[in-house]
């Protein structure tokens, strides 16, 4: 029997995307809006796919699409999210998810996304060779942001929402010394003094 896991914290989202997996024939379907519920769901149920956003309250979608992929390989995960693919794509791919389909689409995309993965496929947009992104700061500031790893990603983007180091260390099940520590290396990385300049380089880049 087709089954399948929406993770997703609109609940619009997850009508319009269970209509689509209905449309498909999927019979069971559940439903997640956080992080935590993602995960148990996923081990209690099994699905053989995964529709994932990637902006989720909590740990975030990068690192729940590793815990599902380190409990089952065999998952199938299509990333639907608002996230741009220039950063997101490449890291979702190396994570272990098949798809990636961006919701500004129309959703015959996620339609032949769907399709394509339970025929055993993948599903991913053409990105921009380097060579030809817009300009050198684009360019550069791309390197800079291929350069952190997910979680560091996750924390730069709450950072960059103005949510303060205890909310997200509560949020991650952190230590509020953990997330200091990381927004300090975020800063000497990304080569910014203030988060004035983080969340305008969030802005720029699209991450938020």
């Not at 608002?82 to 272990?96: K, V």
């Amino acid at each position: 029997m087709k089954s399948a896991l929406i993770v997703d914290d609109h609940p619009v989202v997850r009508a319009a995307v269970r209509l689509v997996l209905e449309t498909e024939r999927f019979k069971v379907i559940h439903e997640a809006s956080s992080a935590s519920e993602a995960v148990e769901l996923s081990r209690k149920h099994k699905p053989r796919l995964v529709v994932l956003d990637l902006k989720l309250p909590g740990l975030g979608g990068l690192e729940v699409l590793e815990r599902l992929k380190a409990h089952d390989p065999e998952c199938r995960v299509l990333i639907f999210t608002s996230q741009d693919p220039l950063h997101y794509q490449d890291r979702c791919m190396r994570c272990g998810a098949m798809a990636y389909v961006a919701k500004s689409n129309q959703l015959l995309q996620l339609h032949k996304a769907i399709q394509a993965l339970m025929s055993g496929y993948s599903y991913f947009v053409a990105l921009p060779d380097n060579g030809h992104i817009a300009s050198p700061l684009h360019h550069s500031e791309k390197q800079l942001i291929d350069q952190l790893s997910n979680r560091e990603l996750s924390i730069l983007e709450q950072l960059a929402q103005g949510k303060p180091n205890k909310t997200i260390a509560e949020d991650m099940h952190l230590s509020h010394k953990t997330v200091s520590t990381y927004k300090t290396r975020l800063m000497k990385k990304l080569g910014i003094n203030s988060t004035v300049h983080l969340r305008e380089f969030a802005k720029r880049n699209f991450l938020i």
